[in-house]
């Protein structure tokens, strides 16, 4: 097989991470070990970095035709009723948008009545019983006013699922959609944690929230036995190993004749007790290349080599390609990974025609800078202010005393932080540079070193413009 063939390959795999709530193609369904938890009923409260999956696994467990191969990972989920009680993607009649949802608090409901009303359509339906529907003002309203009918709604409908020995689960994601106010949100928040900490009396339904960490204000969780859906938190995050094996999983189901030709490549390179897994509608990974182990490693070299230039000093391909595209946290998202294996497929193809492996180490370094331009652009759909509050700093070479980037941001908005534009959630800690500091370090967009000095990760520092002695250089 020649490299341009698995350029073209490449190229054609199903690569987009939906963060708007399409339901994921059955191949592109990857699970690692640390999100078998985080889909179990019994995780309330799930945390997770931008592009980490939140609105990918809602998408999934809302969507019926995926229902069993998750549950081939988490059986518990076979005979498990799931409703989306709130993501990116509208859908009125189960959960109200965001107008709908500022209306309802500006009329005096408190957010707690409007979880409740969400969750009571739901179980109305499980139960066969009747509420008011015709607006969600009408539904919050009969929730407030009937709490004894509202109570056997519920029961009943614990009841029904023990009968049919069935369990409920209600999903909730993109929860900073609700509104434009730090405080409002999370108020939001922390009464739906409430309402997670509520169900939980129930023997058979239970709740499910994802949540950004800069959600995780300590005014969320300033409630009775909040530990108790706290304590039941699980992060999402991605090993090294686990972004690989996701990358191949998405390959070797490219469209024809493409996938057979990534299949080959990993046939290539597994040992002969170990095989690729036909599934009619699609095709999974042995264990050999889920972990971390060095089929995996043999099998990226087979498309990058092992080496970012002429030696192994400047970094192994393998390493490489997920390390510079990890936040200030450390954390790499797949869909920054995914990003950046595309753009150097792309420009391998453009520049390196005639190389002999499929992907050329300074492709990689490319793909690096696309990565991180698509991530600029999908913090300022999220986060507005973002991008606002980088504009001054670029050219900026870090790492650089905090002197230097407040001083940038002293000229540009002399009015202060609270000056930064944004039609979205503000800075939440707004009231001094040193604030905004912190919130960009929670985002992980900035570091502070030991020494004091502030750093950014190529993830965000190549997008947005800055510059790093020796680093990957910013895209012109």
């Keep these: 097989m020649t490299p341009q063939a698995i350029r073209q390959a490449i190229q054609e795999a199903p690569f987009e991470l939906d963060s708007t709530g399409d339901i ?30 939140k609105s990918f696994w809602t998408a999934a467990l809302g969507a019926p035709e995926l229902r069993f191969q998750i549950g081939a990972t988490v059986p518990e989920l076979l005979n498990t009723i799931i409703r989306i009680g709130h993501a990116a993607r ?35 339906q499980i139960a066969d019983r009747s509420v008011p529907v015709e607006t969600w003002m009408a539904t ?11 109570a056997q709604i519920v029961e009943a409908a614990n009841q029904k699922l023990f009968i049919d020995d069935k369990f409920g689960l209600i999903v909730f ?3 900073d959609r609700t509104s434009h106010d730090w405080g409002t949100m999370n108020r939001i928040v922390r009464d739906l944690l409430r309402v997670a900490l509520w169900l939980r009396d129930l023997s058979r339904v239970r709740a499910k929230i994802f949540l950004r960490p800069d959600q995780m204000e300590r005014t969320v969780t300033s409630f009775p036995d909040a530990s108790k859906i706290t304590s039941t938190g699980v992060n999402l995050t991605w090993d090294r190993h686990d972004l690989h094996a996701m990358l191949w999983q998405r390959l070797i189901n490219a469209p024809e004749p493409h996938g057979a030709y990534l299949r080959s490549v990993v ?35 087979a498309l990058a080599g092992d080496k970012m230039g002429k030696d192994a000093r400047r970094g192994v391909p393998y390493i490489w390609s997920v390390g510079h595209l990890a936040d200030g946290h450390g954390w790499t998202s797949p869909r920054s990974f995914l990003a950046a294996i595309m753009g150097a497929a792309e420009d391998s193809a453009d520049r390196y025609a005639d ?14 800078q696309k990565a991180s331009q698509i991530r600029v652009e999908q913090v300022a759909e ?6 606002a509050a980088m504009q001054p700093l670029k050219g900026i070479n870090v790492p650089c005393d905090f002197e230097t980037i407040s001083r940038a941001w002293s000229e540009t908005f002399p009015g202060g932080a609270s000056a930064i534009p944004s039609d979205h959630l503000p800075p939440q800690h707004a009231g001094s540079w040193d604030g905004v500091r912190k919130d960009l370090e929670r985002l992980g967009i900035l570091v502070t070193r030991k020494d004091d000095r502030i750093d950014m990760p190529d993830l965000y520092r190549v997008g947005f413009g800055l510059g790093r002695h020796g680093g990957v250089a910013p895209r012109k």
């Design 382 to 387: 999220d986060d507005p202010w973002v991008p």
């Design 173 to 175: 994601d993109a929860l």
């Design 267 to 301: 046939t290539s390179v597994l040992p002969t007790s170990d095989a690729l897994t036909d599934h009619g509608s699609y095709w999974s990974l042995p264990p050999v290349l889920t972990s971390d182990s060095p089929y995996q490693r043999r099998l990226f070299e």
């Design 24 to 53: 994921p193609k059955p191949g592109t369904l990857h699970i690692p070990l640390a999100h078998r938890k985080a889909l179990t009923r019994e995780a309330v409260l799930v945390i997770g970095a931008r592009g980490v999956g």
């Design 90 to 124: 509208p859908n009125l009649q189960s959960y109200p948008d965001p107008d709908t949802f500022k209306a309802l608090l500006d009329a005096g409901h408190e957010p707690y009545s409007v979880w409740r009303a969400v969750v009571l359509r739901w179980l109305a």
């Design 140 to 150: 919050a309203e009969w929730v407030e006013r009937h709490p004894e009918p509202f």
């Design 355 to 368: 190389y002999p492996l499929a992907l050329h180490y300074e492709s990689l370094k490319r793909g690096i």
